[in-house]
Every structure is written in C-alpha cells, then in structure tokens.
C-alpha cells in the first residue's frame, strides 16, 4: 500500500483546486493511503476519505529555508514531516518552491552518496506521446561534474519507472555537439559520463524537444534559464497564434478550418498534464506542483507520485549507487 502525504494550502487556487485533485485520484486508484494537511474546514469534502491532520498557516511564495523551518505549524512543514512520523513514501505540495524543496532536503535528507538533489521535470517533445526529462532545472545554482554524472544517473532512474523504457539516450547540454565544445564544467562531467552506456554526447538546445533525447542534463543554473525561457517562449508562440487567428473576418473562418489542429498542438504542450517536478534525491519521492495547479493538473501531480512510489524510484537510485561503487 503506498502512503502520500498532501499540502493541501499551499497553490495559488487554495483548496477548492487540491480538494478536487484528491478526490479525483481517490476515486482513481485504490490501493493508495492519503494523508491530507490542511484547514479541517476547508477539507469536510474529504472526510472518511482520508487521515486528515489540521493545519490552518501556509508558508508566503517568499519564504526563505530557515523561516520554513521556525514555522512548524505550516502545511508544508507539517507536510513534509508527517512523511518520517507517518512512514509515508511520498509528499506532493503546490506551494512556495523555495520552502517546500529547502524542507524536503533538510528534513527528509539525502540519499547517501548523492551530492545535491536535483529538480527534474519532463517535457513534450515534437513526437506524439514522447517525453524529454530535463536535470537539473532550479534546485541549486552551481555543481561540479560528479553532480551532473549522478543527475543523469537519476534522471535515467525516473525514466525508467515513469516511461517504461530501458535504453535510453541521455545527453548533457552544451553549445555544440562536438566533444571539445562546452564549459570546462561540462567538458568534466562529459569525460564522467563516458562510462555511461546510455550516454550520447552534446545536445544543443534547439534539438531537445526534438524526439531522440530521454534525459537532458544540465547544471542548475542553466537548467533554470532554458526551462524559463522554453515556457515564455511557448506562452509567446500561443498568444501570437490567437492574435493572427482573430485579427479579422478572414483570419477567423481560416480558425474553423484549423482548430482541430491547433487544439492538437495545444494539448500536447499542456504543461498541466505532466504533474509538476520532482525533486529526486532525497529519502522520499517530493513532487512539487505547479503553484496555478487547477483540480486536473493536481491530480495528475498526485498520480506522479503514485507512479514513482509503486516503481520504487529512490530505491532504484540507491541501488544505482551502489552499482558504481
């Protein structure tokens, strides 16, 4: 039986949005225990359904990592420490990243032998139904080599649960793909990951989303900037398109003719339908949801979880680990 621990208060939708995604995954799957933190009032929906412990203060977006921890009647404090009172295998916020990621580190700590945890997320790429996971995309601003070795290491760990697939191409992001481009950082951690058969060089930016990578590393920082960029880029490219499609009478019969399409498209590159991030590395599976998450995108960061508990993904890391030594 797999056991998720649910900060109920953190999203910007507040509980209407993490009630409904609950509810939605309860009536899902069964053979999954929930244990929902929040206001009791707020959560009545959910009574009978699930332990419920109260907690009525949510962490500001602000919050840094040592004020997350003085305030231990949070939801996401309480959250994410109810994973080691209650034996659970995992923690799902939508709230402040800073805290929620600061807390699972210090309170849930890291798995031996892993330097830095990593955010990881996955993206759609142009091949229907394709994924490219991107490592690591915010949780720390600089790392050496051996960290970007053991991100792939995680990244490939995920994949294989979530995905399904065991051959795997992972590539570490640089300017070029030729052997000699990139940072010293990068060329460091290339010479690392030679020993990785499921290592396949550079990959420049403008290929990631093309179909052929499964796991894209790339240092925090970096990984931060493409990810941010990616997305307004996306936002850009959609606004443009409905401004073209409603600029006049023409404009909007050629829309009638290609909305089918275009809502093809849309669907695909719905970041809501992907759950959100994971923060791998850690003692317990802790997947940060979108702050706007809505009832749907909820749930689907809830499934995530789910999926990475039955398939056992930080023991896959563990034994990765050891497999090195």
């Not at 621990?5 to 999954?32: E, H, P, W, Y």
């Not at 921890?69 to 402040?96: F, H, I, N, T, W």
């Not at 960029?229 to 409905?242: C, H, I, P």
Request: glycine fraction near 10%.
């Amino acid at each position: 039986m797999v056991k998720i621990v649910i900060d109920m208060m953190g999203g910007d939708n507040g509980s209407k949005a993490t009630v409904g995604g609950v509810l939605k995954f309860l009536n899902k799957v069964n053979d999954c225990e929930v244990i929902a933190v929040g206001n009791p009032d707020e959560l009545k929906k959910l009574e009978g359904k699930c332990q419920i412990i109260p907690s009525s203060e949510v962490v500001p977006m602000e919050c840094s990592a040592m004020e997350a921890m003085r305030k231990k009647e949070s939801s996401v404090y309480k959250a994410v420490s109810a994973v080691l009172s209650e034996q659970a295998d995992a923690v799902v916020s939508a709230g402040s990243t800073g805290a929620f990621l600061s807390l699972s580190t210090l309170l849930l700590k890291k798995i031996e032998g892993i330097s830095r945890p990593a955010l990881i997320t996955p993206f759609p790429t142009k091949v229907d139904g394709k994924y490219v996971v991107l490592l690591d995309v915010g949780a720390s601003s600089e790392n050496n080599a051996n960290e970007l070795y053991q991100f792939a290491k995680m990244g490939e760990a995920y994949y294989r649960v979530v995905y399904g697939k065991d051959d795997l191409n992972t590539y570490l992001i640089s300017n070029g793909s030729e052997e000699g481009k990139g940072t010293p950082l990068s060329r460091e951690a290339f010479d690392l990951l030679k020993a990785d058969p499921n290592f396949k060089g550079y990959i420049e930016g403008r290929y990631v989303f093309g179909g052929d990578a499964d796991v894209v590393v790339f240092d925090g920082f970096t990984g931060n900037v493409f990810l941010k960029g990616s997305e307004g880029l996306a936002k850009m490219l959609g606004g443009m398109m409905k401004d073209a499609f409603t600029a006049n009478l023409s404009s909007k019969i050629g829309w009638l003719f290609a909305k089918r399409g275009f809502k093809k498209m849309l669907d695909k590159m719905d970041y809501k339908k992907v759950g959100g991030a994971l923060l791998l590395g850690v003692n317990a599976i802790s997947v940060k949801a979108h702050g706007n998450s809505n009832e749907d995108s909820f749930y689907h960061s809830i499934m995530i979880a789910y999926t990475l508990a039955k398939g056992q993904v930080v023991d896959q890391i563990k034994e990765s680990l050891k497999s090195e030594n």
